[in-house]
């Protein structure tokens, strides 16, 4: 078997949902595709604003366009989906 036909769960935390979703990925998925996916199934939205996010992958934010490959993730790694723009405390 190859790893391009590989799969592999990951968690995503979605902290504006502050859920926790497994996604079923690839070593080729991009952060984006990743990000898209635990947006859409946390926030149960079809077409959620993803520019409005950043995906961080062991403390720092990774960019859209790397791969999970590129980034060394495996079976269960964790990432965290959190608003690009700090938020105000009340």
């Known amino acids: 078997m190859t790893a391009v036909g590989e799969r592999f769960a990951v968690r995503v935390m979605v902290t504006d949902a502050w859920d926790q979703v497994f ?3 690839g070593p080729e998925t991009t952060v ?9 199934r946390a926030l149960k939205q079809a077409d959620p604003r993803v520019a ?7 403390g720092a934010s990774v960019s859209d366009a790397a791969t999970l490959a590129a980034l060394g993730a495996g ?3 964790p ?5 690009a723009r700090r938020q105000a405390v009340r």
Not at 32 to 40: M, P, S
Not at 79 to 83: C, E, G, K, R, S
């Open 23 to 25: 996604l079923a990925v």
């Open 79 to 83: 990432f965290i989906v959190l608003p």
């Open 52 to 58: 409005d996010y950043v995906v961080k992958f062991r």
């Open 32 to 40: 984006a595709d990743l990000k898209r996916q635990a947006l859409a």
């Open 75 to 77: 079976a269960n790694a």
